[in-house]
């Protein structure tokens, strides 16, 4: 390997997914794979151990986030952050802004290739301490945990349980990133391009398809009941049947929401 390669390392939980950005990265060239972590504590000590250049971290992996895991990293031992994810909804602005490169799954070659480009251009820059600061910051606000609390789920190890949804929404309104916790959601529904987001008597409104925003949200909590309408499961308090196939549900703040005929199957997640 020459001396000029980037040493990377690559944190992911999913397997297929470390080896997919690695033969993309290594088709790319000018990069050195010096290791492949699949939870925080594995990828703390690599990262301590072989100071890579560039960490790609996947932002939601059980136990220990990739957001969590920057918190954890002394800035001295702190390579450049690109972050990896799914969700482009996830506060990627924040990143951005933050000095900090993110990639969207599926990886775009192209993509991965300006984000290579973007840690060499920054490497051996006089701002570089700085920007790790910043990201910090950004990194603090969003996750809201403490240093103490993160170390220790880092020490629980329970990489295997946990969920792999996000405990918070990011929502961006006028410039503004709202996180709004999960399990504060009562109800969602569509109005026209937007998701109106109802949670403890606030209504947030966010650009994101249906579709993607289910993907956010644990299925055991939330489901479907309408092509424009996704329920908190434990906000139900009462289900009225209508002679002609549907479904009221009732939540406990007294809102009605009709469950179309073709999501009836749904009825056993409230039973």
């Given at each position: 390997?020459?001396?000029?390669?980037?040493?990377?390392?690559?944190?992911?939980?999913?397997?297929?997914?470390?080896?997919?950005?690695?033969?993309?990265?290594?088709?790319?060239?000018?990069?050195?794979?010096?290791?492949?972590?699949?939870?925080?504590?594995?990828?703390?000590?690599?990262?301590?151990?072989?100071?890579?250049?560039v960490a790609?971290?996947?932002?939601?992996?059980?136990?220990?986030?990739?957001?969590?895991?920057?918190?954890?990293?002394?800035?001295?031992?702190?390579?450049?952050?690109?972050?990896?994810?799914?969700?482009?909804?996830?506060?990627?602005?924040?990143?951005?802004?933050?000095?900090?490169?993110?990639?969207?799954?599926?990886?775009?070659?192209?993509?991965?290739?300006?984000?290579?480009?973007?840690?060499?251009?920054?490497?051996?820059?006089?701002?570089?301490?700085?920007?790790?600061?910043?990201?910090?910051?950004?990194?603090?606000?969003?996750?809201?945990?403490?240093?103490?609390?993160?170390?220790?789920?880092?020490?629980a190890g329970?990489?295997?349980?946990?969920?792999?949804?996000?405990?918070?929404?990011?929502?961006?309104?006028?410039?503004?990133?709202?996180?709004?916790?999960?399990?504060?959601?009562?109800?969602?529904?569509?109005?026209?391009?937007?998701?109106?987001?109802?949670?403890?008597?606030?209504?947030?409104?966010?650009?994101?398809?249906?579709?993607?925003?289910?993907?956010?949200?644990?299925?055991?909590?939330?489901?479907?009941?309408?092509?424009?309408?996704?329920?908190?499961?434990?906000?139900?308090?009462?289900?009225c049947a209508?002679?002609?196939?549907?479904?009221?549900?009732?939540?406990?703040?007294?809102?009605?929401?009709?469950?179309?005929?073709?999501?009836?199957?749904?009825?056993?997640?409230?039973?």
């Open positions: 390997m020459s001396s000029d390669n980037l040493k990377v390392i690559i944190v992911d939980d999913e397997p297929l997914a470390r080896r997919g950005l690695r033969l993309r990265l290594e088709n790319l060239g000018g990069v050195e794979v010096v290791a492949e972590c699949g939870n925080g504590r594995e990828a703390r000590e690599q990262i301590q151990t072989l100071r890579p250049d790609f971290l996947d932002i939601q992996m059980p136990g220990v986030t990739g957001l969590e895991l920057v918190q954890l990293l002394p800035k001295k031992d702190m390579p450049q952050i690109v972050f990896v994810t799914a969700y482009d909804q996830y506060a990627v602005e924040a990143f951005e802004v933050n000095a900090v490169d993110y990639v969207l799954k599926p990886i775009e070659e192209d993509r991965l290739a300006l984000a290579l480009q973007r840690v060499r251009d920054k490497l051996g820059s006089e701002h570089l301490a700085a920007e790790r600061e910043k990201l910090l910051e950004a990194v603090a606000d969003l996750t809201q945990e403490t240093p103490e609390a993160l170390e220790q789920k880092l020490a329970d990489f295997g349980n946990s969920s792999r949804y996000p405990e918070k929404i990011a929502i961006k309104d006028s410039g503004k990133i709202t996180l709004v916790p999960a399990r504060d959601i009562d109800w969602i529904d569509a109005a026209g391009d937007y998701m109106c987001v109802h949670a403890n008597g606030e209504t947030h409104v966010m650009r994101i398809t249906m579709k993607e925003l289910e993907q956010q949200l644990d299925p055991k909590v939330f489901q479907r009941i309408h092509r424009s309408t996704i329920v908190n499961l434990k906000r139900v308090r009462e289900i209508h002679i002609n196939g549907e479904y009221h549900l009732v939540l406990n703040n007294g809102e009605r929401l009709k469950m179309s005929r073709s999501y009836k199957n749904k009825v056993q997640h409230f039973i």
